[in-house]
């Protein structure tokens, strides 16, 4: 940790050992955290992490147990930090690569270090597998899929052409003069059994944990997945989907075509959004079907629109 202060221009006299960065909620005892906002106050107050970035104003508030590190913006230092914990792009030593029985590997496939791939799986032409990657059973990859390193994909999944898992997520910290620094995004995506991914989505790595697709989950073309998302078991999400990061989907839920989520939300189990809905806060009532934005009830949106037209009928004659 002490590089870490060093490079930070904070002052602490305690060390431990750190070995990379987390939540609130999710840290341990070898980990970093930060507050930011204040809503997560509660967080704090319970969090097991080892250190965490704090402003003077709320220093009071770290427990007993946590490492205060005091500066001016938390969510700076964090962004700054978290280069230190950020895996090589590609490694150049490491065990070879494991391929199981009855596989098909096409001609201009590249598949990295300590990569493990299951049985009777068909990589096409164009496929690239970075370092550390698990491939299950029966798995499909159509041409050029993409699979950054250090993801984890389960049996029985296809994944169509072009689609990308395990980009970086969209993380930046901006300064007060309006300099974006980059969040390097050192989670990854894991990705559950019976599956299947259309073409040109792109299912980004989480900042810290996973990015999860669960089992059971068809996802259409074109659809973007942003890091630390959880899309529950059996989901269903249509053409040109966006979830914002930290989306979380409950077990069944339907996306239809256009519609997306502005992150930092749950959805409830067994929910419906319409084409083009957008959700901006969480659902906590299962088996409901919303639409709009903003979003009510699809009924109610019904009624709505009809009232609009009858309106609009009026006014033209």
């Not at 914990?85 to 690569?97: C, M, N, R, S, Y």
């Not at 944990?209 to 073309?221: P, Q, Y």
């Not at 939300?265 to 083009?276: D, H, K, N, V, Y």
């Amino acid at each position: 940790m002490q590089e870490i202060i060093k490079e930070l221009e904070i002052f602490c006299s305690s060390e431990i050992e750190v070995s990379g960065l987390n939540t609130l909620r999710d840290a341990n005892k070898n980990q970093i955290s930060f507050l930011e906002n204040k809503k997560y106050i509660q967080d704090l107050k319970t969090t097991q992490a080892g250190a965490v970035f704090i402003t003077a104003e709320m220093e009071k508030e770290v427990p007993e147990n946590v490492i205060a590190l005091v500066c001016e913006n938390p969510y700076i230092a964090l962004a700054k930090s978290s280069r230190f914990f950020a895996p090589k792009v590609i490694d150049t030593d490491g065990d070879e690569l494991i391929v199981g029985k009855n596989c098909i590997v096409m001609k201009n496939v590249t598949i990295g270090k300590n990569t493990t791939i299951g049985d009777n799986c068909t990589l096409m032409a164009g496929v690239f597998i970075g370092d550390n990657v698990t491939i299950g059973n029966n798995v499909l990859l159509y041409p050029n899929v993409v699979i950054y390193r250090d993801c984890t994909i389960g049996d029985d999944v296809i994944i169509h052409a072009g689609t990308a898992i395990g980009s970086d997520g969209f993380g930046f910290a901006h300064t007060k003069e309006g300099k974006y620094i980059k969040i390097y995004q050192n989670g990854n995506v894991v990705i559950g059994n019976d599956v299947e991914i259309g073409a040109n989505c792109a299912i980004d790595r989480a900042a810290f944990a996973s990015t999860k697709i669960e089992n059971g989950v068809r996802l259409d073309n074109l659809i973007h997945i942003a890091h630390n998302c959880i899309i529950g078991k059996g989901s269903i999400l249509t053409g040109q989907v966006g979830l914002a990061g930290s989306t979380v989907l409950k077990e069944y839920v339907v996306m239809a075509g256009q519609s997306a989520a502005t992150g930092h939300l749950e959805i409830a189990p067994f929910t419906t959004i319409s084409a083009r809905g957008v959700v901006t806060k969480t659902i906590h009532e299962p088996k409901k079907q919303w639409a709009g934005f903003p979003l009510v009830e699809h009924k109610t949106w019904l009624k709505l629109q009809s009232k609009i037209s009858r309106l609009l009928t009026k006014d033209n004659k």
